[in-house]
């Protein structure tokens, strides 16, 4: 593993090392269709402003896309984007260019 793959898996790691974003992207994951931003506040037991900082934090570092539905933002995984944990993890190459690309998270 080159050093800019190290410090681009760092990067990842810091975006997803928090309990509520780990939360959100599993509701994601095991969803059918985006979610509410009104969804996950009380699911996560969090402010409207903490809820949006994560769903902020998540959204720059390219995991999830957000949409706007009216008056509310739906939110849903980007194709592909928990490829790149499997990739950090099981140490194989990725199956797209997308984990090359991780930008930082804060």
């Known amino acids: ?52 900082y994560h769903l902020g934090v998540l959204t720059r570092a390219g995991f999830i896309q957000k949409e706007k539905r009216g008056r509310f933002s739906y939110y849903r995984l980007v194709p592909g984007a928990l490829e790149d944990l499997s990739w950090a993890v099981l140490g194989a190459e990725p199956k797209t260019k997308r984990a090359r690309r991780v930008r930082v998270a804060n």
């Open 1 to 52: 593993m080159s050093g800019s793959d190290a410090t681009q898996l760092e990067r990842l790691f810091k975006t997803v090392a928090d309990r509520h974003r780990v939360r959100i992207l599993n509701m994601l994951a095991n969803s059918a269709d985006a979610i509410c931003v009104c969804e996950f506040q009380p699911t996560l037991g969090l402010s409207q402003p903490s809820v949006s």
